[in-house]
């Protein structure tokens, strides 16, 4: 390989791109021998030492050949790409035995924050963490990972998303949203006890002080909380907490497309959970209904209306209709004034 030669070598060796242009590479070969900026013999020195870069294996001229500057002769490569560099092999990783819970997430672990976490759950194992009682989700991730918050982001990942390491494994659990909520007491209620919930918190307000007067001259106890709006299909799991125990979920909302899918959803993860479905307070939508209050909204279609009106029962086609004309009666509609002066309809909710 000649002076000129070894000199493109070591300038394309020391590229931090694969792709070395062809001005590049001129200006390399200028500076190593001035005279090549006028000799006439400079393009076909180039190209030669070049076609011994080839040969050598260090670089590689482009197929096509748009990609040659053939105004001259020789035609020289407007580019030159280095051979693809090694990549670093990774360091054969220890075999490791785990304990027989955490087998097969082990196979799937296989990055160094994937180990650490199984690394922890093993010493947990160890001292007979598998005994000890089911905690909150996030007391468990404080004590094992100094974070309360690192399994909630750990439940999303390939580990806990296989079903090769779970919650229970590590004796803890997801704890509901809790919602407001108040016990009136009164007059048992044939019906069993009941928790009436209100999505907004203005007519939880309202139904709070009516059912107390109304309790007060023997109308039935019960619960009255607040839903807090679209999150009560989480926090309707906190039910149990109550006490006394609920035996019906009484639900009054607004009469639109969220009003009514909260109390649908809320109804499915209640009973998929062993607690009672949650029910329209009948009573209340009637009531409802009955008032002059539409408020603009986006029309709903008709399919859509047909789906989400269902959970009213017997008043899912007053329900259709007021989602189908772009309209919406907000629950506010049955104050406190209008309960009070209806308190038998309060108290057969």
Known sequence: ????????????????????????????????????????????????????????????????????????????????????????????RDVRVWPAALEAAGRIAARDDEIGVLEIAAVFLRDKGASRPSVPVRERSLELFGDEKRLDRLKSTRLFASGALTLDLLRCHEVPIPFVSQWVAGAPDPRGTALLIAENHHTYTSLLEATRLSAAAGGPARHVGYGTGSQFPSAVLSVPLLSPQPDRIVYFGDVDLKGLQIPATASLNSQRAGLPAVEPAYPLYDLLFATSYRRPAEPVAERVAVQVAGWLGPLAGQAQDVLTAGTRIPQEAVGYELLMARLPALDAA
């Open 1 to 92: 390989m000649n002076a000129l030669a070894e000199r493109l070598a070591e300038h394309v060796a020391a590229s931090p791109v694969q792709r070395v242009e062809l001005v590049d590479l001129y200006a390399a070969a200028v500076a190593f021998d001035r005279s090549l900026a006028t000799t006439p013999t400079a393009r076909s020195e180039i190209r030669a030492a070049l076609d011994e870069l080839v040969a050598a294996g260090q670089v590689a001229f482009p197929v096509a050949r748009r990609h040659f500057d053939t105004r001259e002769e020789p035609a020289l490569p407007k580019w030159v790409r280095l051979p693809p560099r090694p990549r670093p092999g990774r360091a054969p």
